[in-house]
């Protein structure tokens, strides 16, 4: 019997973002791969409802409730990884925010915050991580079109997401000779939590015009994306930025 490429069997992956949207179907889909997740967010609620989608698939999950922001939250999460499995294979860095402001509006608050969550704690946890990592590990970003292209009133998300693009592929780089992969996924819109409230019924129509695929995606476009690369079947596949976006950005 062969075994594919694709599956994730004996690998352990920590998951940021876990209680919510992308990062919670991304878990979802490695115990569905065969792999075990540690769930990383920090409602403790909505991370129990995450794990027990997880568990579902009959992999072993843990959860671990961390505001990443802190300067103790990566060695905690891998502390509680370590305790609960003994070994870490993969991360990713799917926790993100998105604060829609003009650029009149971006405080310094907007502006650190972009700063602080979505670039800050996902390369301080992957500082953290990457020395547990043995060859054939696997870094997986949650980027977004919005590292690729510029959008009004999104600067201070789009510098978060570039920054994100340009250290997926230093660090890429920089892991690989050791058999370290790092990439990332950039999705394009995507119905969940995080524009629930921002996607109006004008907003929609303007972005199913703008979308060769003619919808908005859903979670289960992007998790698909994330599971391959960190399993085997992506073994060469090196810094590189995964668009999922509907063929947003390649008009
Ligand atoms: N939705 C889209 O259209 C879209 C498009 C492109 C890229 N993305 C990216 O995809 C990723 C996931 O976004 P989503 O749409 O799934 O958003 P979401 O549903 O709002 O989920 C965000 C996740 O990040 C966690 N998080 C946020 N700040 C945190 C912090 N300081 N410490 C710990 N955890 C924190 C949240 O944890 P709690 O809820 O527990 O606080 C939650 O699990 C983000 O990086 C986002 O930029 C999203």
């Given at each position: 019997m062969t075994t594919s490429p694709f599956r994730l069997d004996g690998t352990v992956t920590v998951v940021t973002g876990a209680s919510s949207g992308i990062g919670a179907e991304i878990a979802r889909a490695v115990g569905e791969a065969g792999g075990d997740v540690l769930l990383v967010g920090r409602s403790a609620g909505r991370l129990t409802a995450s794990l027990d989608a997880v568990a579902a698939t009959g992999a072993r999950a843990a959860v671990a409730a961390v505001e990443l922001r802190d300067d103790a939250a990566p060695q905690a999460v891998v502390d509680a990884a370590l305790a609960e499995f003994?070994?870490?294979?993969g991360l990713v860095n799917a926790a993100g925010i998105y604060r829609m402001a003009a650029l009149a509006d971006t405080t310094d608050e907007v502006l650190d915050e972009h700063w602080e969550v979505n670039v800050r704690a996902p390369y301080r946890l992957t500082r953290e991580v990457a020395p547990h990592l043995g060859d054939g590990g696997s870094i997986v970003f949650v980027s977004s079109m919005s590292g690729h292209v510029g959008s009004p009133n999104d600067s201070a998300y789009c510098a978060s997401k570039g920054a994100i693009e340009l250290v997926v592929k230093a660090l890429g780089t920089e892991l690989a000779p050791r058999g370290v992969r790092v990439n990332a996924v950039a999705p394009g819109n995507v119905h969940t939590s995080m524009n629930a409230e921002l996607i109006t019924p004008e907003l929609e129509a303007e972005i199913l015009a703008t979308t060769p695929a003619g919808r908005i995606g859903e979670v289960g476009d992007i998790a698909p994306a994330v599971v391959y690369l960190l399993s085997g079947a992506s073994r060469y596949v090196v810094g590189t930025s995964l668009r999922v976006d509907g063929g947003f950005t390649a008009q």
């Amino acid at each position: 019997m062969t075994t594919s490429p694709f599956r994730l069997d004996g690998t352990v992956t920590v998951v940021t973002g876990a209680s919510s949207g992308i990062g919670a179907e991304i878990a979802r889909a490695v115990g569905e791969a065969g792999g075990d997740v540690l769930l990383v967010g920090r409602s403790a609620g909505r991370l129990t409802a995450s794990l027990d989608a997880v568990a579902a698939t009959g992999a072993r999950a843990a959860v671990a409730a961390v505001e990443l922001r802190d300067d103790a939250a990566p060695q905690a999460v891998v502390d509680a990884a370590l305790a609960e499995f003994g070994r870490i294979d993969g991360l990713v860095n799917a926790a993100g925010i998105y604060r829609m402001a003009a650029l009149a509006d971006t405080t310094d608050e907007v502006l650190d915050e972009h700063w602080e969550v979505n670039v800050r704690a996902p390369y301080r946890l992957t500082r953290e991580v990457a020395p547990h990592l043995g060859d054939g590990g696997s870094i997986v970003f949650v980027s977004s079109m919005s590292g690729h292209v510029g959008s009004p009133n999104d600067s201070a998300y789009c510098a978060s997401k570039g920054a994100i693009e340009l250290v997926v592929k230093a660090l890429g780089t920089e892991l690989a000779p050791r058999g370290v992969r790092v990439n990332a996924v950039a999705p394009g819109n995507v119905h969940t939590s995080m524009n629930a409230e921002l996607i109006t019924p004008e907003l929609e129509a303007e972005i199913l015009a703008t979308t060769p695929a003619g919808r908005i995606g859903e979670v289960g476009d992007i998790a698909p994306a994330v599971v391959y690369l960190l399993s085997g079947a992506s073994r060469y596949v090196v810094g590189t930025s995964l668009r999922v976006d509907g063929g947003f950005t390649a008009q």
